[in-house]
């Protein structure tokens, strides 16, 4: 493909429909935050993150994954990232409630590590 095709495609899209001049780019490009201070959080304990927050963004997320399903023509791209940011907050969820910390190779918190490592008396 030439430089000139290449151009004339990009030109057509970003004009078009679900171009740059449409809210089917720009939602997405402003919402591409949201998934990407989630992997920032990875790295941090989960008690350095609100569990309501995190609670609010899972939700949030599902519901504008809905509407970019829904919405005529449908936006891929903010599916996509809504999608994203979903599983990034449903991982820091079950981080905050005890789950096993996959990034970590173990269990979140050290109250259930304790209970795991603690053999259970026999009768």
């Avoid at 740059?20 to 990875?42: E, M, Q, R, V, Y």
Wanted: charged share 15%.
């Amino acid at each position: 493909m030439s430089v000139v095709q290449a151009w004339s495609r990009f030109k057509s899209w970003a004009l078009g429909p679900t171009g740059l001049k449409t809210t089917h780019a720009w939602g997405p490009i402003s919402n591409a935050g949201l998934p990407l201070a989630g992997f920032a959080d990875i790295t941090k304990p989960p008690e350095s993150i609100s569990e309501n927050m995190t609670a609010a963004m899972c939700i949030y997320s599902l519901l504008f994954m809905r509407f970019a399903w829904r919405v005529q023509p449908r936006n891929y791209l903010l599916f996509a990232v809504h999608f994203s940011n979903e599983l990034i907050q449903a991982y820091h969820l079950q981080r905050i409630l005890g789950g096993y910390d996959f990034y970590a190779g173990k269990y979140a918190t050290a109250e259930r590590a304790k209970s795991e490592a603690v053999p259970s008396p026999s009768s």
